[in-house]
């Protein structure tokens, strides 16, 4: 393990003690504890950052970590570089966790609704998670959802953006991904950095997962990276697909008319088939264990996070072939974010829409196969009451 004989960067941020006392001028009782644990969490990883070149020449580093932080130096300029994303000093230092990750996410939805519970918060605007740097807390708002009768999803997350409020380091929960991986994940954070909508979690979710999908094909070639990775980009977009299947089914069937029962009765059945159509689909997989643990845990909140960042993928990249070019791109996706809500989704479904005609159509799986990849998806029967 690496520790630095020199001290932290962040000594005593003002804009970190600034941020504390806002965030407690506007919470109520029940939000003043849970921005408290935000802030401290925030402050105790910033406070452990040390320079990337001072691990990287430390005798006691691993020479995997050495290699690991010198390819994130070499993903941060070409995204400062190529992608013309305002990189600055973010993931210019490491920091080792004391825990496998730095936070963990809770993530709710009502029992027959796709449309995720969102929280607000003074500076980001609304989102659809809350995120808990201590996994106990994490777990103690999931069980009150679960008691209010949310859908409930909890999970680890090993990465995350402050938008460019502090320089985000690289964390040890995530330094030793895959060069794909690890890529895909700093262009996308470091996409936030440049376009950043408040409220509006499914805009610059896709976004940033554009931006890193649009990226990927080209730093790959750069990187000389071959092989397995075309193969875990088709795995996940066919799990992308059954997601989508899914949530298709189960849409008309929370709208119709039928008794709660019943419902309760065919989402479960839904939610069955999903399960057993993965199995189906991941049973020659090189790790068919990849996604399984998430799809097992499938519910109306993971649905709802799945949609928030992919469902308008299809319009950023319509948007970015119209663009011509990366700084293009990103003033175009501003000038979109300055549209009223309602004017917003109409130019995104526009976008969407233009994408997918000039794109080869591919159908998703089916849930009613024997495969669950036959061509064509068959209506569900919801009977209205």
């Known amino acids: 393990m690496y520790i630095s004989s020199g001290r932290p960067i962040a000594i005593l941020n003002p804009r970190v003690i600034a941020l504390v006392v806002a965030l407690l001028l506007l919470s109520g009782c029940e939000t003043a504890g849970y921005y408290t644990q935000a802030a401290t ?47 600055g000093r973010a993931y210019g230092a490491f920091v080792k966790l004391d825990e496998e990750y730095p936070i963990w996410n809770v993530l709710a939805a009502p029992e027959f609704s796709l449309s995720p519970k969102r929280w607000c918060y003074p500076i980001a605007g609304c989102a659809s998670y809350r995120g808990y740097f201590n996994k106990a807390a994490a777990r103690g708002k999931a069980q009150e959802l679960l008691g209010e009768g949310y ?4 999970g680890p997350v090993p990465a ?33 950095r440049r376009v950043y909508i408040s409220g ?141 809500k309602s004017a917003r989704k109409r130019r995104l479904e526009t976008l969407a829409a233009r994408y997918q005609a000039s794109s080869r159509k591919v159908t998703g799986p089916s849930f009613d196969s024997e495969t669950c990849m036959s061509a064509a998806n068959t209506p569900l029967a919801t009977g209205a009451n």
């Open 41 to 87: 969490g925030q402050w105790r990883i910033l406070a452990a950052r040390q320079p990337i070149e001072e691990v990287a020449q430390a005798p006691d580093t691993e020479e995997k970590l050495q290699q690991q932080l010198r390819l994130v130096q070499s993903i941060r300029a070409y995204a400062s570089g190529e992608l013309r994303l305002p990189v």
């Open 151 to 154: 859908d409930v999803y909890l």
């Open 160 to 192: 995350y953006s402050t938008l460019g409020w502090f320089d985000d380091p690289v964390l040890s929960s995530f330094v030793n991904w895959s060069p794909e991986r690890l890529g895909g994940l700093l262009f996308h954070e470091l996409a936030h």
């Open 200 to 340: 509006d979690t499914q805009f610059n979710e896709s976004f940033a997962t554009a931006v890193s999908e649009l990226a990927l094909p080209d730093w790959r070639r750069r990187q000389g990276l071959t092989g397995a990775s075309a193969d875990a980009r088709a795995q996940a977009l066919a799990v992308r697909r059954l997601m989508t299947a899914t949530r298709k089914r189960l849409e008309p069937l929370y709208e119709s008319g039928l008794p709660d029962d019943d419902k309760r009765a065919q989402k479960a059945a839904i939610l069955a088939r999903l399960r057993h159509c993965y199995r189906e689909l991941s049973a020659d997989w090189p790790n068919p264990e990849r996604y399984r643990a998430y799809i097992e845990k499938t519910n109306n909140a993971t649905l709802a996070l799945a949609a928030e960042y992919q469902s308008q993928v299809p319009a950023f990249r319509q948007l970015y072939l119209d663009s011509g070019s990366w700084e293009a791109f990103y003033e175009a996706a501003e000038a979109m974010g300055k549209l009223d």
